[in-house]
């Protein structure tokens, strides 16, 4: 079990940094003319981050929380805290695939908002991190 938990918490890692530094690179991204050079480079960094790391991440990430949480029974199904958890998980992966839009629409210069929406956008993960990690370790239902 230790193993599993340990590749469940690097896969966590992994994934949440592609979700705080993708739209850190949008924010930046929105300042450059779409077919620059420092546009190309950006399209590159951001499907590399998202198809080389993130998606992999989350893949893993549910992978070994549900192979903890079920073949090792560490969750009971009237645990309210985990059903929270289960919530905020869902809602990362609504985001982590919102983001992957995102980065489709950058690619052809079709990108919808501006810096300032990415820089607000980019909380939202830390905020649902920040509910995970309290459901986790401190149990409060």
Known sequence: MLWVKALHIISIIAWMAGLLYLPRLFVYHCD?????????????????????????????????GLWLAFGYQLVAADDIWAWVKGA?????????????????????????????????FNEVPTLMMIVIVIMVVVKPF
Not at 92 to 115: D, P
């Open 32 to 64: 450059a003319e779409h077919g620059s050079k420092q546009s190309d480079t950006f399209i590159v960094m951001e499907r590399r981050l998202l198809k080389a790391i993130m998606t992999p991440a989350m893949i893993a990430s549910w992978l070994f």
């Open 88 to 120: 905020m998980i869902i809602g990362l992966t609504g985001v982590h695939h919102y983001l992957a839009r995102c980065q489709k629409r950058f690619a052809v210069g079709e990108n919808q908002h501006s810096s300032r929406f990415y820089r607000f």
